[in-house]
């Protein structure tokens, strides 16, 4: 790893839990919508519910897929034209829960020892985050030690697809060989960043056992163990 000359990081569930982030922002647009809907078009509403709509949605709009923005907004409006409510309507009732949903969703605790991990890399490299998510890094306390976010949504494909991966080399202003991608997903993560030439290091925070096929460069349990190897 001596030849690091900067690093990209995954988001959810590298930097911090994911689960625990969107269910919170989830409970705070339910206890919203409750407030400025129609108390009918929520009466059945639920985490189940709502997933299986978005479900819907993403099957017969499979290419927003990964713009997470747009298919909440997306299912949210949907939800309500069901249920009685005009186009305009859905619009701006998706709109008030997007709002609280994105807010709350930004909320997020990094894991022990990351943000003090995150500032001492920092101050070695220029560090950049890649995500599939629609996390906003750079309007968070943590987003301070990073040049830039790439979300997923901005470009045509997700990780693994290589164009994330190519314009963070490309603002970064370094060859492949010489950045490290870490991130706990195998195929997203490792398989997409070494599919372009970059390392790879695995955030094995659940320790599970490794796929067959999938070959880190460095595998780790914490972003602090990258302290030790770099």
Request: proline fraction near 5%.
């Amino acid at each position: 790893m001596n030849s690091i000359e900067a690093i990209t990081f995954d988001l959810d569930n590298t930097l911090w839990e994911t689960d625990v982030s969107i269910l919170g922002a989830e409970r705070v647009m339910h206890d919203h919508l409750l407030e400025v809907a129609p108390a009918a078009m929520m009466a059945d509403f639920s985490l189940e519910a709502f997933r299986a709509t978005r479900a819907t949605v993403v099957a017969e709009q499979p290419d927003i897929a990964h713009q997470l923005t747009v298919v909440r907004r997306e299912t949210l409006i949907r939800w309500f034209i069901e249920r009685g409510a005009s186009r305009a309507e859905a619009e701006d009732l998706a709109g008030e829960g997007f709002r609280v949903f994105y807010h709350a969703r930004q909320q997020v605790e990094p894991y022990p020892g990351t943000e003090d991990a995150i500032a001492k890399l920092a101050s070695r490299f220029p560090l950049a985050a890649i995500t599939n998510g629609n996390a906003d890094l750079m309007a968070m306390p943590l987003g301070r030690h990073f040049k830039f976010s790439l979300q997923a949504e901005h470009f045509p494909a997700a990780k693994p697809d290589p164009a994330m991966f190519e314009s963070a080399l490309d603002r970064l202003g370094v060859p492949p060989h010489a950045c490290l991608h870490v991130g706990d997903d195998l195929a997203h993560d490792v398989q997409g960043a070494q599919a372009v030439g970059m390392k790879a290091a695995w955030v094995n925070t659940r320790g599970r056992e490794i796929d067959t096929g999938f070959e880190p460069d460095l595998i780790i349990r914490q972003v602090a163990d990258l302290l030790d190897h770099l």
